[in-house]
């Protein structure tokens, strides 16, 4: 086309060009508006949910655990590292701290296999029943996490990753079944999607993003806000030490029927069994 104004085109162009014309919906830098904040929240509930439904994705077992709790090999050789470092410098506190942490790691590098072997578990047994729908769902990075969707791979079933983003590089774990892994920018929602079709929550050893995780499914059932499950707490030495519950009811603050809200296992096949055994006898509250 032609213009008998030699400026005709220039301003077209400005006009198309500006982000204004751009449709809403592919207009990432409007989208991330703070005042369309309500609508990226929509948009992160309604996406997983709509790919899990499509996908088959009705019944989970979500596994909590620590990203630093690796395989036994790595974290000999994060160890070996330290050790040698420490020999280098024998008086330094710093060093000798980094030596006691790497043999902690060691020892619960033992939760790694046992965590994959849950997850392979819990796969194994789907695959096999026809009328279980069950598959593992994590958050989707390293350590724990994935474990158990490394335990889910082993035996071709697809797992379930949800992934958040960190102000640190955070980077899917290989196992996850492409497709579903899914990246959220709120927390809030992350743990909706981890709660709502799930039918147990396992948590491994690990530190401030499993308590907290662990804390808002314990909060939900304690007040009868979501479906019911059993919370399992994987290594029960662990999480004994770590957290006194009989003492909150000493104390009045909870009850002491809240403290059947929780389940303390050693062993992949003793978690998977009182799963089972949970939803063939539900709890009457």
């Known amino acids: 086309m032609t213009y008998n104004d030699p400026n005709e085109q220039a301003r077209l162009d400005a006009i198309i060009n500006n982000p204004s014309y751009e449709k809403a919906y592919r207009d990432l830098e409007f989208i991330g508006r703070r005042e369309l904040r ?11 949910q709509i ?3 499509e996908e088959g994705i009705h019944e989970t077992i979500v596994v909590f655990g620590g990203t630093q709790i690796i395989e036994s090999n790595q974290a000999a050789d994060e160890l070996a590292i330290a050790a040698e470092a420490l020999q280098a410098n024998p ?3 710093k060093l000798q701290r980094a030596v006691h942490v790497a043999e902690k790691r060691v020892a619960k590098s033992k939760y790694y296999d046992e965590g994959r072997e849950f997850g392979r578990l819990v796969s194994e047994k ?32 697809k797992s379930v990753g949800l992934n ?16 579903l892994c899914f990246n959220f920018h709120y927390f809030a929602l992350r743990k909706m999607h981890f709660l709502f079709p799930a039918k147990a929550l396992v948590c491994f050893p690990g530190g401030f993003g499993t308590l907290d995780e662990l804390f808002t ?14 919370i399992i707490l994987y290594a029960t030495d662990y999480w004994k ?9 000493d104390e009045g603050v909870i009850s002491d029927e809240h403290l059947d809200l929780i389940f303390f296992t050693d ?5 998977l069994d009182l799963i089972i055994d949970y939803h063939k006898n539900p709890p009457a509250k």
């Open 38 to 48: 309500p609508l990226r929240l929509e948009l992160e509930l309604l996406k997983p």
């Open 51 to 53: 790919i899990l439904e």
């Open 91 to 93: 008086g330094d506190k």
């Open 126 to 157: 789907a695959n096999a029943e026809e009328d279980c729908e069950l598959h593992i769902v994590t958050g989707g990075g390293p350590g724990i996490m994935e474990a158990a969707n490394r335990g889910a791979y082993d035996v071709g079933r």
């Open 164 to 179: 958040i983003t960190l102000p640190f590089e955070q980077v899917p774990n290989s196992y996850i079944t492409p497709g």
């Open 217 to 230: 499914a314990l909060t939900l059932r304690q007040t009868g806000r979501m479906q019911k499950i059993p």
């Open 241 to 249: 030490n770590i957290i006194n519950f009989e003492f909150l009811a």
């Open 267 to 271: 062993s992949p096949q003793e978690t």
